[in-house]
């Protein structure tokens, strides 16, 4: 049976001086061989505890498993957001002070890509993957070693997280929709990796840096792929010095766990995790599914075109033919003169993917996200 060992890792203080903290677990596997090194977070969003249960059942699985490589896994990784209540809801997506989202907090400085290439154009690929991963670290400690002006209370947490993640070769940040089915945003590079999760919806993100942790542990790498390809030398991205994937993986919904379920999420990670030669267990293999991607800029959000209360129509994850009915809209102020109800729909096939949380909204809430242009991967 694989021990883990469990630390805590300060993220910050209280007024009262009480030091807020986060539980690390991991487990060191025998043989550390050339399979890669793995890191996972759960909760960094409030209100989206499925991935808390999720690591639960990770890691009575992975104490059976024949590791190849180390996992970290940190449930519960924002202490702050996660006691973010109101009344019997969790807030916890933004930051009550600055209103800033919790996920857009991590860091990563594109003006190091350039000379470190300069730097390092001749390096082996071994040379580069073990400086390259110094200099990321050396940026976040520099970050978190305090300067005179000092950093905000989510950078703090953001930075702390980012440090384990960027010791990793792949990094699953477990977040949850709204009201909202399983989906996965995956890098393009790493779209072939999309199979081995059982999720049958994928997003495919491009290289923009916008502040979020799957962005935040990949795009470096991906961007300095691409710029010794400009300098003449070719890496792939996924593989060797480059291994790095990152994905947040999408659930389902906010403010609630369900253990059975998370089996079968721990199941699907172990499938993935077993693909990549994380873990030597044959048994864990992805389940047959038809599995939908869209790019980024096909994911599109549905705004109400009116306030009113939404009675919610379309299944999550079944196309959805144009024409047909998303949702109807009440309307309290027509009743009895036949403007009461409102069919709103679009002039497309789509995907449903998730939902607004509350029945009641104003016009531009936004309504539903769903897949457009989508294909099978
Ligand atoms: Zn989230």
């Not at 857009?104 to 154009?121: C, G, K, S, T, W």
């Given at each position: ?17 009480a ?37 639960f059942?990770l ?32 807030l ?31 390096a ?13 670290l ?26 384990l993640a ?6 699953l ?5 709204p ?6 945003y ?11 999760f059982d999720?049958?919806h994928?997003?495919l ?22 710029a ?6 070719n ?9 790095k994937?990152s994905?947040?993986v ?5 403010e ?9 999420d721990?199941?699907?990670?172990l499938?993935?995790?077993?693909a ?7 048994q864990?293999q992805?389940?047959?599914?038809t ?10 959000a549905?705004y109400?075109?009116m306030g ?9 994850g ?7 009915p998303l ?13 009461a ?24 809430t936004?309504l ?7 294909f099978?991967?």
């Amino acid at each position: 049976m694989n021990k883990f060992t469990k630390e805590v890792m300060f993220v910050g203080e209280m007024a009262s001086g009480a030091k807020l903290t986060v539980p690390v677990y991991a487990f060191t596997a025998d043989n550390n061989v050339a399979a890669p090194t793995v890191y996972i977070q759960a909760n960094m969003h409030g209100a989206e505890v499925q991935g808390n249960a999720v690591i639960f059942q990770l890691l009575e699985l992975l104490q059976q498993c024949n590791l190849q490589a180390n996992i970290t896994l940190v449930p519960y990784a924002n202490p702050v957001g996660c006691n973010h209540k109101n009344g019997e809801y969790t807030l916890g997506r933004f930051d009550p002070i600055t209103g800033e989202n919790w996920n857009r907090m991590y860091h990563f400085d594109q003006a190091i890509i350039a000379p470190f290439v300069e730097q390092n154009l001749d390096a082996s690929a071994e040379e580069i993957q073990t400086k390259f991963q110094q200099l990321l670290l050396a940026q976040i400690d520099k970050k978190l070693a305090h300067n005179i002006w000092g950093i905000t209370t989510g950078q703090r947490i953001a930075y702390q997280l980012q440090r384990l993640a960027h010791q990793a070769d792949i990094v699953l940040d477990l977040h949850t929709g709204p009201i909202s089915s399983k989906h996965l945003y995956c890098p393009e590079y790493a779209q072939a990796s999309a199979q081995y999760f059982d999720i049958e919806h994928t997003i495919l993100i491009d290289n923009d840096f916008g502040g979020a942790m799957d962005e935040a542990t990949f795009c470096p790498w991906w961007s300095l792929q691409q710029a010794y390809q400009a300098s003449g030398r070719n890496f792939t991205m996924g593989e060797g010095a480059f291994k790095k994937e990152s994905f947040t993986v999408e659930l389902g919904s906010q403010e609630q766990i369900d253990l059975d379920v998370a089996k079968q999420d721990a199941l699907s990670i172990l499938s993935y995790l077993q693909a990549k030669g994380v873990i030597d267990n044959k048994q864990y293999q992805p389940q047959k599914m038809t599995r939908y991607a869209c790019y980024l800029k096909d994911y599109k959000a549905l705004y109400s075109p009116m306030g009113g209360m939404i009675d919610y129509l379309a299944d999550f994850g079944k196309p959805l033919a144009a024409g047909e009915p998303l949702a109807r809209i009440l309307r309290m102020d027509n009743y009895g003169d036949g403007e009461a109800l409102h069919y709103i729909s679009l002039d497309q096939q789509v995907i449903p993917i998730l939902h607004f949380a509350s029945a009641s909204v104003n016009q531009g809430t936004e309504l539903y996200k769903v897949f457009c242009n989508y294909f099978e991967i």
